[in-house]
């Protein structure tokens, strides 16, 4: 198995615009977190789904950011608009149930 | 709700050194234990883990037991590499389906 995929590995942009970023879970996995880490706040967790089913979006910061995760095997976290705040390096992780969690290698987002 | 309490870092020592690296919970129920690697640049990765009350989890020469009357899970290793030199994370995971809970991390750097 390729692991999770995270895409892309490095995003530079302009505050203001809109982030996308891409996550495709191991197959058979059945939840999907998505993670922000930085060296102030550490690793914070944004929101998690189960079977596809955004279960806890209390850790996303404000309504600027949103995720989705249309079927079992992609998710996406977009930042819109993007703040030089949100500059972080964003993980993507999945896990089998009751197993420990495989996590993809992170985006670093940088907003200017 | 669950909690994860790692000692804090940073933690530096010397090669062939004896490491710790405490860590104490609090949970309902009966979690899944995890230590949690991360080498500079990389997403996280699984190091060991234990799943049930006094199991042994081990991997390259690291040891956590599992302590349910202490609520801990403290890691450590009989001589340190610099190769060692990495952030550590305590986590836990419920047996139901749902979020796992990370410590803050703890840095490690062993010197030559």
């Known amino acids: 198995d390729a692991g999770v995929i995270q895409s892309p590995r490095h995003e530079v942009t302009e505050m203001g615009q809109e982030v996308t970023l891409r996550c495709k879970p191991i197959?058979?996995?059945?939840?999907l977190f998505w993670y922000r880490q930085t060296m102030m706040r550490g690793l914070e967790l944004l929101i998690y789904f189960n079977n596809n089913v955004p279960i806890d979006d209390s850790g996303m910061p404000e309504d600027r950011f949103s995720a989705k995760m249309p079927n079992a095997s992609f998710s996406t976290l977009k930042i819109q608009p993007s703040e030089p705040r949100d500059s972080a390096v964003y993980f993507c992780a999945s896990l089998r149930e009751r197993h420990e969690q495989f996590f993809g290698p992170g985006t670093r987002l940088t907003v200017l | 709700g669950d909690s994860v309490t790692q000692m804090e870092g940073p933690v530096t020592l010397s090669e062939e050194a004896f490491l710790t690296i405490n860590c104490t919970y609090t949970a309902t129920g009966y979690p899944s234990l995890f230590w949690y690697v991360q080498y500079p640049g990389e997403g996280l990765q699984l190091l060991l883990k234990a799943t049930k009350a006094d199991d042994k989890g081990s991997n390259k020469g690291f040891e956590a037991t599992y302590r349910k009357e202490t609520t801990s899970f403290h890691l450590e290793k009989g001589s340190v590499q610099v190769s060692d030199s990495a952030v550590y994370f305590c986590a836990l995971s419920p047996r139901s389906a749902g979020k796992s809970t990370f410590g803050d991390g703890t840095t490690l750097t062993v010197k030559p």
């Open positions: 197959s058979g996995h059945n939840s």
